[in-house]
C-alpha cells in the first residue's frame, strides 16, 4: 500500500484546515487507516484512526470534539478535518493503514507539514 499525503500548510490559530491520503495498492478496505503527528521535538503520536469497516474510530485527546477522522473506499482516500486549529497541533501529520485502530501499523505516508501560527 502506497499513501500519499495532502492538504498541509500554515494556517491562523482557530483555522480549519483538511488533509488528504491517497492510498494505492492492496485492498484498501481491508485496512484500519488513522493519522499520526510529530511535533518539534516530540514523539509521533496517534491523532485519530477508524477501523476497516468504519464501525470504530480512536481520538486523542487533545483533538477531540476539533478533529474528524473519515474514510471513502470507493475513493480509496482518508481525511482528517481540523477545526480550531491551535499552535501546539504544528506537527508533520503522517497518514497510516494497519490493523484495528492502528495498534500495529504496517505503512505510513510521507507526512504533510501544518503548522499553525498564534
Known amino acids: 500500500v502506497q499513501l500519499v499525503e495532502s492538504g498541509g500548510g500554515l494556517v ?3 483555522c480549519s484546515l483538511t488533509l488528504s491520503c491517497a492510498a494505492s495498492g492492496r485492498t484498501f478496505s481491508s485496512f484500519g487507516m488513522g493519522w499520526f503527528r510529530q511535533g ?3 514523539e509521533r503520536e496517534s491523532v485519530a484512526a477508524e477501523s476497516c469497516d468504519g464501525g470504530s474510530t480512536y481520538y486523542a485527546d487533545s483533538v477531540k470534539g476539533r478533529f474528524t477522522i473519515s474514510r471513502d473506499d470507493a475513493k480509496n482516500m482518508v481525511y ?10 504544528t ?5 497510516a493503514a494497519g490493523r484495528g485502530l492502528l495498534s500495529v501499523v504496517d505503512y505510513w505516508g510521507q507526512g ?3 503548522t499553525v501560527s498564534s
Open 12 to 14: 491562523q490559530a482557530g
Open 91 to 95: 506537527a508533520v501529520y503522517y497518514c
Open 80 to 89: 482528517l478535518r481540523m477545526n480550531r486549529l491551535k499552535p501546539e497541533d
Open 40 to 42: 518539534p521535538g516530540k
Open 112 to 114: 504533510t507539514q501544518v
